[in-house]
Nanobody, 124 residues
Framework: QVQLVESGGGLVQAGGSLRLSCAAS????????QAWFRQAPGKEREFVAA????????YYADSVKGRFTISRDNAKNMVYLQMNSLKSEDTAVYYC?????????????????WGQGTQVTVSS
């Protein structure tokens, strides 16, 4: 019912910026939460940011607060992650995710729909 495709990853120097995009295809229903997660080699997939369908409510992991911004363009069925002041520890594969029901959003197990991921590499 939901397909997600990420783009925008790449190689960037520490202190630089990237903007990730996630295109969503919703065949039935709508998404209440959309989120970004990331997974570094040897690490668990971790929560980065989430927003409600309206985009009015946003949530961030402490590690990215003040540096990353999640936003939506509902007319295009897109969600974005603007990443500024990137650090080497931000290096990971970034995934967008979506859920249709429920009121929790910060665990990977909350989400039933996932994109294939886009690599972000930050050089120091």
């Amino acid at each position: 019912q939901v397909q997600l495709v990420e783009s925008g990853g790449g190689l960037v120097q520490a202190g630089g910026s990237l903007r990730l995009s996630c295109a969503a295809s919703v065949r039935t229903g709508s998404m209440y939460f959309q989120a970004w997660f990331r997974q570094a080699p040897g690490k668990e997939r971790e929560f980065v940011a989430a927003c409600t369908w309206s985009g009015a409510d946003t949530y961030y992991a402490d590690s990215v607060k003040g540096r990353f911004t999640i936003s939506r363009d509902n007319a295009k069925n897109m969600v974005y992650l603007q990443m500024n002041s990137l650090k080497s520890e931000d290096t990971a594969v970034y995934y967008c995710a979506a859920k249709l029901v429920g009121d929790t959003f910060s665990s990977r197990y909350d989400y039933a729909y996932w994109g294939q991921g886009t690599q972000v590499t930050v050089s120091s």
